[in-house]
């Protein structure tokens, strides 16, 4: 999140990790983990640093050295947060879908003999929230209006993205990615607003698969806030059958329970931070969607003992469903590093006061080696060398690939 305002710092991990400078050192870390793929985002405001003017210096170096030399598959994350900052209006701008689009047209074009797996655009959900309803990131909308307004943006922005990629290569896997999670209501008499909520998570995949119709749960509310009846078939003309469903899941993030105060009025708090239903939220969206499942982000908040249980009860709820057909093609551990806080963005210590360690390495003070593998490296290198064990083998994974995708997809099983 490049752009600045009072009380609001540019927020650019790779820039505050110093990964611009180590990323080398910092990707070989996925070969030691025996990692397939790895999800990782290019900086659009840094490659295209003025309207159709491309630098590519930086991803040219680091792209060849992923795939040729780590032996490695990125998912390239178009756009994981944040916009040039030469776009006027960011998400809710008129050049936004054109912009995004051209953006993807050139990077497409550049590496379609490297890159095949796409991630159009992370989390619409959670950008719709930050940037359209709560103020907190560009263009800084507020209310429900806003939150519609930017949320039709993105999907457009998405569905140009994946129509201008598969020009390029008809053989490019998009993987949408959005933060799952459940609603539960404290009490009965809550259960219909619950819905709406859990209606509210779907809605990005909604409207790209064109689920959207004036008899869905939301037409309503999408009307009452700004949005017309021509956006919303228009979309639905343009809608996709996924390639791969990227699903976010943090157990004390992505499960919220809706509840009454003391005072009558409705609250939303946390529950479940041991991640009681994420077996059955991956079970709820493969049921409405039929795609095939990536895990694109999961770990936990707490020591390495909590952590680890986190692999292994996650890596068992992906046993569980894959033993019942349901086809789980992914799983990653996000992030891989010691990450920055987003609090960063609204505060005013150094970079160093918002490490927050979530990830299998840890950042150390040392000229010579710069990461400290965390007790959950060697537990994740024993779930990659024992595949079966860890998730359970599923001859239906594959079928289910060629019949949705169409084309050939390698390396599923190592």
């Not at 519609?148 to 993205?161: D, K, P, S, Y």
């Not at 490490?355 to 024993?382: F, K, T």
């Amino acid at each position: 999140m490049p752009q600045t305002r009072a009380g609001h710092r540019s927020l650019d991990e790779y820039e505050l990790m110093g990964h611009y400078d180590h990323w080398r050192e910092d990707l070989a870390l996925a070969r030691d983990l025996r990692l397939n793929a790895i999800r990782w985002g290019v900086p659009w405001y840094r490659v295209e640093p003025g309207p159709g003017s491309f630098d590519w210096s930086w991803t040219d170096r680091v792209i060849p050295y992923l795939v040729d030399e780590l032996g490695v598959t990125p998912i390239i994350d178009l756009m994981h947060y944040g916009c040039p900052l030469w776009l006027e209006r960011e998400f809710a701008g008129p050049d936004y879908q054109r912009a995004v689009a051209a953006y993807a047209t050139a990077f497409a074009r550049r590496y379609h003999d490297l890159v095949h797996w796409y991630t159009p655009l992370n989390e619409p959900l959670v950008n719709a929230l930050m940037c359209g309803q709560r103020g907190l990131w560009p263009p800084y909308m507020r209310g429900e209006r806003g939150y519609v307004r930017v949320m039709l943006q993105l999907v457009n922005g998405i569905l140009e993205t994946e129509e201008q990629i598969k020009e390029i290569d008809p053989d490019a896997v998009m993987v949408h990615v959005e933060a799952a999670g459940l609603t539960r209501a404290a009490t009965p008499e809550l259960e219909p607003l619950a819905a709406e909520h859990r209606a509210r998570q779907f809605l990005a995949y909604d409207l790209l698969t064109g689920k959207v119709t004036p008899d869905h749960a939301l037409y309503p509310w999408l009307m009452r806030c700004g949005a017309s009846h021509r956006d919303l078939e228009a979309i639905r003309s343009r809608r996709i059958s996924p390639d791969v469903m990227g699903l976010n899941f943090y157990p004390q993030w992505s499960a919220r329970e809706l509840y009454l105060k003391r005072t009558g009025t409705l609250g939303n708090r946390a529950a479940e931070p041991d991640g009681t239903g994420f077996e059955e939220m991956v079970r709820a969206y493969f049921l409405r969607y039929h795609a095939p499942i990536m895990i694109t982000e999961t770990s936990v908040i707490g020591n390495d003992a909590a952590r680890a249980a986190w692999l292994d009860i996650s890596l068992g709820a992906i046993r569980r469903l894959r033993s019942q057909e349901l086809p789980i093609i992914g799983y990653t551990w996000f992030p891989m590093l010691t990450m920055i806080d987003w609090r960063y963005r609204f505060g005013a210590r150094p970079a160093d006061a918002y490490r927050i360690e979530l990830g299998l390495y840890r950042l150390r003070e040392n000229p010579v080696r710069r990461w400290e593998p965390s007790p959950l490296v060697e537990r994740w290198q024993w779930h990659t060398m024992h595949t079966a064990e860890a998730v359970g083998p599923q001859p239906g994974v594959q079928d289910c690939l060629d019949t949705t995708l169409k084309r050939r997809v390698t390396r599923t099983d190592r």
